[in-house]
């Protein structure tokens, strides 16, 4: 067994899963719950039970992490959001 090419691959993976980056949707109590939702599945390629549930952790827990990937992959989302008027961030 080759011991290194183990340790490289679990390296490489945790790498990656360090990358990870969120995509934060935060609440602004002035979005319709319909508009939301609708900005989620169109933007975040949600699914609507999905974006329903994401839209109720906003409006209650007042944030919700709603995608997950690299910076690259969500910087359009949170710009795609921020033009329809709503506060998104990446951490």
């Known amino acids: 067994m ?5 340790v490289r691959h679990k390296s490489e993976s945790s790498d990656v899963v360090e990358n990870q980056k969120s ?3 935060h609440n602004d109590d002035y979005h319709t719950f319909s508009y939301v939702i609708d900005a989620l599945m169109e933007i975040c390629n ?7 549930q994401c839209t ?19 910087l359009p989302m949170r710009r795609a959001l921020s033009a329809k008027d ?6």
Do not use: F, N, P, W
Request: glycine share 2%.
């Open 2 to 6: 080759d011991t290194d090419k183990s």
């Open 23 to 25: 995509l934060i949707l």
């Open 46 to 52: 949600m699914e609507r039970v999905q974006a329903v």
């Open 56 to 74: 109720y952790l906003v409006h209650y827990k007042e944030k919700c992490e709603v995608k997950r990937g690299s910076k690259s992959e969500l």
């Open 86 to 91: 709503l506060k998104a961030t990446i951490h």
